[in-house]
C-alpha cells in the first residue's frame, strides 16, 4: 500500500519535473531562434559594404583594400543567398558556434566567459543585499502589520520599486559617489565598486521583496495551521521558525522568479552605467561596435541567464512545497 | 504574472478599510498621468521654441523668464526640449502599448475560447516571446537598426503583447464559460456579438489599468535605452538622451538634470499610484 503510493508520487514528481525541464528547454530553444534571426538581421542591414566594414574595424580604416574586403568576404562567407545563409546561420548557433568577435577577432566564448563571471558576481551580490534588507523587514512588518516599521516599510517600497534601475542609478551615484566621495564611481578596481551597482539593483528588489515577504507572512501568522503549531504546544518562536517561515517561503520565490526579469533588465543598464565589466557592458559595447556575433553571443548569453534562473526557482517551488510535487502542471 | 499571488496574499481586512483611500490613489495617479499627457500632447506647440535652436552664447542659463527650465551645454531652450522629448517617448510608448494590446487580446481571448492545441500553440508562443527579457529585445531591435523609431516601436509591441494574451486569456476564461455567454450562444449569437457585450466588458476593468502601466513601462524602457545610448540618438530630444547630456553638467546645472529625472519620476509616481501596491511585475 505505501510502496504503491510512493511510486505513484515519484511517478508524478518525475512527471512534473519533466513538465518543468521540457517547458525551459521550449524556451531556449525559441530563445536561441529569436537572436540568432534578430541578429542575422542586425548582420544583413548594416550599412555599406559588410566586409569593407569588418575589414576596417580589424585593420583600421587607412588600411582597407579591396583586397582585404574580399579576404574578409571569403573567410565569413558573406556571398551565399540569404535562405542559405540564415540556415548555416542557425547550424553554427545549434553547434554552439559562435562565431570569432568582428572587432578583436578573439572566438565570442572566451569573451564571454570572462564576462559572465563578472554579471554572476554583480547578481549574486545584488540577491544578497535584497535578501538581507527586504527578508527580515517584510518578516518583521508582516508579524506587526500596521506598525510603524510597516508603514515606513510600505512607503520606502513604493517608491523605490517604482524607480527604475538607471534613475536610482544616477540618484546613488550623485549622492554616495560625488557628494560624499566615498566610492569608485565607475570601473571594477576595488571590491567597492561592486557595492554601488549591486545596491542599485539590490535595493529595488528588496522593495519588492520585503512588501511580498510582509504579505506572506502575515498570511502564514494568520493560516490555521500556525494555530495549531501553537494549540500543540510550541512557542510562538517555535511555530514561526518550523512552519510560518516555510508557508511564507513560497510567494517570496515566486516572486523572484518573476523579478528575474528585473534582475537581466537592470545587468544591461546598471552594468553599462557603473562600468562594470560584465554580460550586460559587453552586449552594449558591441551594440555600438556593430559587432554581431558579440551582440548574439552576449544575448544568448543573458537570456541562458535568464531561463537558468527561472529553472532554478521552479525547482526551489517544488522542493518547498509538496503539492507540486503530485500536480506540477506549471 | 504575479496576478494570483498578489491576489492570495492580499489581506481580508483591506476589504473595505482600504477600499475609498485605494480609489483616491487611484484617481491621482490617473490625473498625473493625464497631465503629463496632456503636456506631451500639447506642450511642443505651447512652448513654440524649436528644441534643436542653438544659441551658444545661452550655454546653460539658469531658469529665468526667456527659457523657464533654463538652457543646455549649446543653449538649448530646457523646457522645449522637455516637451518634444515627453511627446515622443509617451507617443511611441501609447502607440506601442495599444498596437499591442489588440493582437494580444485578440489571441487571449482566441485561446480561451478555442482551448486544446490551439491554446496550447499560443501559450508556446508566448512562453517563447517570454524568454527573451523585455528590455533585451528591444534592445536588439534598436540594434538592428540604429536611431529608427520604427525598430524601437517594434521591440516594445513585439514584446509587451504577452501581458496583454496572458491577462486576457485568464480573464475571459471564467467569462465564456458562464451561463450569460452560453445563453448568447444557444441564442444564436455570434462570435462578434459575445465579444463585444459579454468578453470585453468583463476585460475592460484589467485592461484600462494595463494599459496606462504598460505605456509608462514602455516610457521608462526608453528613457533607459536613451540614457545608455542605444536608443534613440542625438540630436533628438529624448528623456534618457537629456539625462546623459546633463549628467557632466549635474555640478554648475542641477536644473538641468532635475528636468527629466522630475518627469520621469513624476510618471513613475503616477503609474505606481494607478497600480495600487505597486508590485506588479
Redesign the interface.
Known sequence: MTGRTTTTTTASTARGWAGILLRRGLQIVALALIVGTLCFAMARSLPGDMATRIAAGRYGYDLVSNAAASAVRGELGLDRPVWQALLSWWGDIARLDLGTSFVSGDPVWNEIAHQLGATVDLSVAALLIAMALGLPLGIWSGLHPGGRVDRTAAALAVLLRATPPFLLAVLLMLAVAVHLGMLPVAGDAHAGSLLLPALTLGLGLAAGLARVAGAAMRQAAASPSLVFARAKGLTDRQALWRHGLLQAALPVVAYLGVQSVFLVEGAVVVETLFAWPGIGHALVHAVFGRDVPMVQGAALCMGLLFVMFNLLVDAACVAIDPRRRTDASA | ??AP??T????ALSADGLQRPARTRRRAGLAILGLLAVFAALGPALVGADPARQALDQSLLPPGSAHWLGTDLFGRSTLARLAHAAQLSLGLALVASASAAVPGVLLGVAASWRGGGAERGLV?LA???????????V????????GQHWALYMGLSLSLWVEYFRVSRAASRPVLAGDAVQASRLLGFGPVYVLRRHVLPALSPVLSTLLPFSAAQAV?AL??LG????GIQPPTAEL?LM?TEA?PH?EEAPWL?AAP?GL??LL??G??LVAG???R?
Do not use: Q
Not at chain 2, 128 to 137: C, E, Q, Y
Open positions: 504574472m504575479t499571488s498578489r492570495a496574499a492580499l489581506p508556446l512562453d517563447a516571446v517570454l524568454a527573451v527579457p523585455g528590455l533585451l529585445l534592445l536588439l531591435f534598436a540594434a538592428l537598426a540604429p521608462l528613457a533607459a540614457f545608455i545610448g542605444v534618457g539625462m549628467l549635474y538634470m529625472v520621469l519620476m513613475v509616481l503609474m505606481a501596491t505597486g508590485e511585475a
